[in-house]
């Protein structure tokens, strides 16, 4: 069994790891994390570093160390502020993924950049061959909902995967 479990750079996305675990242990599953980040400074999906000032990181040595928050930059080509929005992501998957892997998970970090979330996330889930998608939801309802959209709601109406949905007790 595969799950692909999506995250966001948000505390509330990252609520799903505990279930995830809990499923790919008990059904001996392999796990992908993917974030989708957009270009930086664009939407909930950015910013990673902002998301997490003073998250924790683990050094080449595997020591656990802090990361500081990222200092803006006044002038950023496009090229950059990808390259940026994808070490930021990346950065924010190793800090969650390495608990779970020191714990006996298979589980794989994906980051990609792009501005289709709900697209990647599919895409992904068809390149990989997933069994299910796994995800929290950021709780919006009513005309909140309809207008900041909701990637979970596209995900589950697309039809394509079966989809496990946690509302963090925060949201």
């Known amino acids: 069994m595969k799950i692909l479990a999506t995250v966001d750079g948000s505390s509330l996305s990252a609520e799903i790891l505990p279930f995830v675990q809990k499923l790919a242990t008990e059904s001996h599953a392999s796990v992908i994390l993917l974030t989708v980040a957009t270009h930086a400074g664009q939407g909930a999906y950015s910013g990673y ?22 200092e803006g930059r006044a002038i ?4 950059q502020a990808l390259d940026s929005a994808y070490d930021e992501a990346y950065t924010h998957l190793t800090v969650l993924t390495g608990p779970l892997k020191a714990s006996g998970l298979d589980i794989e970090p ?8 709900v697209g990647t996330i599919l895409g992904v889930a068809r390149k990989e061959g997933v069994d299910v998608i796994a995800m929290a939801t950021h709780g919006r309802t009513g005309l909140r909902g309809i207008v900041q ?23």
């Open 49 to 70: 570093s902002q998301a997490l000032p003073g998250a924790q990181a683990a050094n080449a040595t595997g020591t656990a160390q802090m990361l500081p928050p990222r």
């Open 149 to 171: 959209g909701s990637v979970a709601n596209e995900i589950v109406h697309s039809g394509e995967f079966p989809v496990f949905l946690i509302r963090p007790k925060s949201a």
């Open 76 to 79: 950023e080509t496009h090229e």
């Open 110 to 117: 994906q980051a990609i950049v792009s501005e289709d979330i």
